[in-house]
């Protein structure tokens, strides 16, 4: 049996980097506790997945992560974020190796998008289908000439799995193209609506719209509609998209916007049983805003045609409001006849608990819209049967979708039902929680203001710097967390992290809990 000393933590980078492997290669029960009675780790019950857990060889990035980074940013640079490079042949379930041969527990799972994992066998089994290799080779333009399947794999796959009362669902490429044609079906319904008031059928378009629309003008173009989007908020990069989107400057500086409004979004205080009175208090403060614009633009004759937001604020920083909150915003969009758009692009496909993130709210009545992606392995939307555009090609791409990732979402769904993932993720997201408390107590400067719905956890540091050093080190020591907002932590893990990863999840967090503590208070 050995253990990790406070000398260890004192070691350099490399002998910390040691003791890791060592723990990760060795064979051990897992009934245990990970801790000897001095508090220290205690090696020998270290969980590992039979020789398949956190294996460390290197930091991240390590020699030859950078040698591909110096050729890839000649190449220019993917986007210029890159922090690894993978071996995806090598990786597998919920451990990514990396190119240096680093085997990391995966807790962000490529931005919460894979839904089990790497090299899945469920997945690789339909990925030797001859129809998959056909679709694969060849392409379709699902708007124009999709396969004959295409009927059957969407009732095998979304519409089996869509939220109460939707019964229409469009593929796209990725969440922003989703959200972006929601927010043209959401104007071209709001147009219909007011041509309908004019006794005008929807399609009824004057020779002024006809030929203004051509050069941006009104009253072909409506610009004077908007949709309202929220403070933290994130729904993707592209031009109507990152309107709504609020989460970082980085994304928006020197980007023509729309001048659509804003509200605020609550900003609760942890723990929320201790600040019942004041978030309450936040929240309708934040909706009387939100009604004052409504009531503000339609005063001015420029009305709001929709409202988008996410069930939990991702990329800002996992925010949260209460179902009240939300039922509340989809009361309104039905006073003024917006359309209430629910972003489910990093929320959806079981990792809240539940298939939809929103379904916890109880709403009597489905949102208008259901923006999906990520797990749900392309982008899309469902809608309400009055969102039906009008026209063909009103909502259109080349290929509106990909045939290919139908077929693996289907396998994906019945993996979820066959292994019971739902519960799993449940049961994972509440063992999590109180792993976090626990550390709360222990390292507050750390871990404070924990939240969370399934799986989709965070919690706060007390400063960026706090946070990015924890984030570094857990890489460094072989758990991969996202970060967002401005200090926190989040845990996007796969849908089939289990159990006995949390635990191994466990052991690496206190103990580098302890380190970067300890390092802290010998400065
Ligand atoms: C809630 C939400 N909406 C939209 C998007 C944009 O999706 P994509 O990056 O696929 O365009 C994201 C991406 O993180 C997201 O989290």
């Given at each position: 049996m050995a253990s990790l000393s406070p000398s260890c933590f004192r070691q350099s980078t490399s002998h910390f980097f040691r003791c890791i492997a060592v723990r990760a290669?060795?064979?051990?029960?897992?009934?245990?506790?990970?801790?000897?009675?001095?508090?220290?780790?205690?090696l020998a019950v270290t969980p590992v997945l039979n020789g398949k857990g956190i294996d460390m060889k290197t930091p991240v990035p390590g020699p030859e992560t950078k040698k591909l980074m110096d050729k890839l940013n000649v190449q220019g640079g993917m986007g210029g974020a890159v922090t690894l490079f993978a071996d995806y042949s090598a990786s597998s379930g919920c451990y990514m190796v990396d190119a240096d041969g680093n085997r990391i527990l995966d807790m962000f799972s490529q931005i919460a998008s894979l839904p089990l994992g790497y090299n899945h066998p469920a997945l690789d089994e339909v990925a030797k289908s001859p129809l998959m290799r056909t679709l694969a080779h060849s392409r379709c333009a699902l708007g124009l000439m999709p396969p004959k399947e295409l009927p059957q794999l969407l009732e095998d796959t979304f519409l089996k799995i869509a939220p109460k009362g939707m019964t229409r669902v469009q593929t796209m490429l990725c969440g922003s193209s989703a959200n972006e044609n929601v927010f043209k079906a959401a104007f071209f319904r709001f147009r219909a609506k007011q041509r309908e008031q004019l006794g005008l059928g929807p399609t009824d378009f004057t020779s002024e719209e006809l030929e203004s629309c051509m050069n941006n003008q009104m009253p072909g173009c409506a610009n004077d509609l908007s949709i309202m989007s929220f403070s933290g908020g994130f729904h993707g990069r592209t031009l109507g998209a990152l309107t709504c989107t609020h989460s970082k400057t980085v994304h928006k500086i020197d980007v023509p916007a729309f001048d659509w409004p804003t509200a605020p979004f609550p900003k609760l205080q942890y723990p929320l049983e201790d600040h019942l009175e004041q978030n309450a208090a936040e929240e309708r403060s934040c909706l009387q805003v939100a009604r004052q614009l409504f009531q503000?633009?339609?005063?001015?004759?420029?009305?709001?045609?929709?409202?988008?937001?996410?069930p939990i604020l991702s990329e800002?920083?996992?925010?949260?409001?209460?179902?009240?909150?939300?039922?509340?915003?989809?009361h309104m969009c039905k006073d003024f006849?917006?359309?209430?758009?629910?972003?489910?692009?990093?929320?959806?496909?079981?990792?809240?608990?539940?298939?939809?993130?929103?379904?916890a709210w109880g709403l009597e009545e489905s949102p208008d819209f259901v923006c999906?992606?990520?797990?749900a392995l392309l982008g899309g939307y469902y809608y309400k049967d009055e969102f039906q555009p009008p026209q063909g090609y009103r909502i259109f791409n080349t290929w509106m979708g990909d045939a290919t990732k139908l077929l693996l979402f289907r396998a994906v769904l019945e993996t979820v039902e066959k292994e019971g993932l739902q519960v799993v993720v449940r049961e994972v997201g509440q063992k999590l929680t109180t792993i976090l408390h626990e550390a709360a107590s222990a390292h507050p400067e750390y871990v404070r203001n924990i939240r969370g719905q399934g799986?989709?956890?965070?919690?706060?540091c007390a400063s960026p710097e706090h946070r990015d050093s924890l984030a570094s080190l857990l890489r460094?020591?072989?758990?991969?967390v996202g970060t967002n907002g401005t200090q926190s932590?989040?845990?996007?893990?796969?849908?089939?992290?289990?159990?006995?990863?949390?635990?191994?999840?466990?052991?690496?967090?206190?103990?580098?809990?302890?380190?970067i503590s300890f390092g802290a208070s010998a400065k």
């Open positions: 290669t060795s064979q051990v029960s897992q009934g245990s506790m990970p801790f000897n009675h001095a508090g220290m780790i205690n503000g633009r339609q005063e001015e004759g420029r009305p709001i045609a929709g409202m988008i937001i996410e800002g920083g996992d925010l949260h409001a209460s179902a009240r909150f939300f039922e509340s915003l989809q006849g917006a359309a209430f758009i629910v972003d489910e692009v990093q929320t959806g496909v079981c990792s809240s608990g539940q298939m939809w993130s929103h379904e999906f992606s990520k797990k799986t989709i956890i965070a919690f706060d460094n020591t072989g758990v991969l932590i989040r845990f996007r893990p796969s849908l089939n992290f289990t159990l006995e990863h949390v635990t191994e999840f466990q052991v690496v967090f206190q103990d580098s809990l302890k380190q």
